[in-house]
């Protein structure tokens, strides 16, 4: 599938998918001074990039399993949508569930981008019931911790 990008930092911060096999595309930051986000703080963090992503897609941003891992840094809304009729500059908000301040450089991978096709339902009113299943109405953990 091809996506058209439009890089607004410098060449080399369109997506690029790290391994032959990767889902994710890094995305970069995309920023002229370092950010410094405190433990529990939060920053939205722009990445320079546009993205015309084709009817019937949509891209999902999601952490980096390294940042989490090492420095407790995630994304937020995790997956955040791109919807295909959205044009403007993908960003990322990322918080800092760590116990030290993260640092974020210009060109650091800070969240993958995964381009998935979309599914859209036609919602349709039950009139006030719907069918019958084994597991009904339970919810978190009514099947088993």
């Known amino acids: 599938m091809k996506i058209q990008v ?4 410098t060449p080399g911060f369109e997506p690029v998918y790290a391994s032959e096999h990767a889902a994710g595309a890094d995305l970069r930051a995309c920023i002229e001074d370092e950010l410094v986000l405190a433990p529990g703080s939060r920053q939205m963090v722009p990445t320079g990039v546009r ?9 999902q941003v999601r952490p ?3 940042l989490a891992a090492k420095f407790g840094l995630t994304v937020l809304n995790a997956p955040g949508t791109i919807d295909s009729d959205y044009r403007g500059e993908v960003a990322v908000v990322l918080i800092n569930l760590g116990d030290e301040a993260a640092r974020i450089r210009r060109g650091d991978r800070v969240a993958q981008i995964v381009i998935t096709p979309v599914c859209r339902a036609d919602f349709q009113a039950a009139g006030g019931s719907l069918s019958e299943t084994g597991r009904g109405a339970g919810g978190f953990g009514s099947t088993g911790v």
Do not use: F, N, T
């Not at 439009?6 to 930092?9: K, Y």
């Not at 993205?51 to 891209?59: D, H, K, Q």
């Open 51 to 59: 993205l015309a992503i084709p009817e019937g897609y949509e891209g």
């Open 6 to 9: 439009v890089a607004e930092c």
């Open 64 to 66: 980096r399993s390294g």
